[in-house]
């Protein structure tokens, strides 16, 4: 039950620091993409800077990290008081 604690707990921190590196990361060097007035350029160019790798791959890679642990610790969690219910 302890790991799968940790493991919700370590996946929730990774998408917690993914979602603030990657909103720094978008607002120094892209920010039309979190504009939200009329006077800022059109969204499609966004979408060509983000192809081009605005934010690291270790930011994306953190985020992509998160779902899996999350679940995983869930799994273990219910894993865990099944076969505590079941004794």
């Known amino acids: 039950m302890r790991w799968g604690i940790l493991l919700v707990a370590i996946g929730i921190a990774c998408y917690i620091i993914h979602a603030i590196l990657l909103n720094d990361f978008l607002r120094k060097n892209a920010p039309e993409v979190l504009a939200r007035d009329l006077g800022v350029p059109s969204q499609r160019h966004s979408r060509v800077s983000l192809v081009r790798g605005v934010t ?15 679940l995983l610790g869930i799994v273990l969690i219910a894993i865990a008081f099944l076969v505590t219910v079941l004794r």
């Open 56 to 70: 690291p791959r270790w930011v994306t890679l953190l985020g992509l990290a998160a779902l899996p642990l999350l």
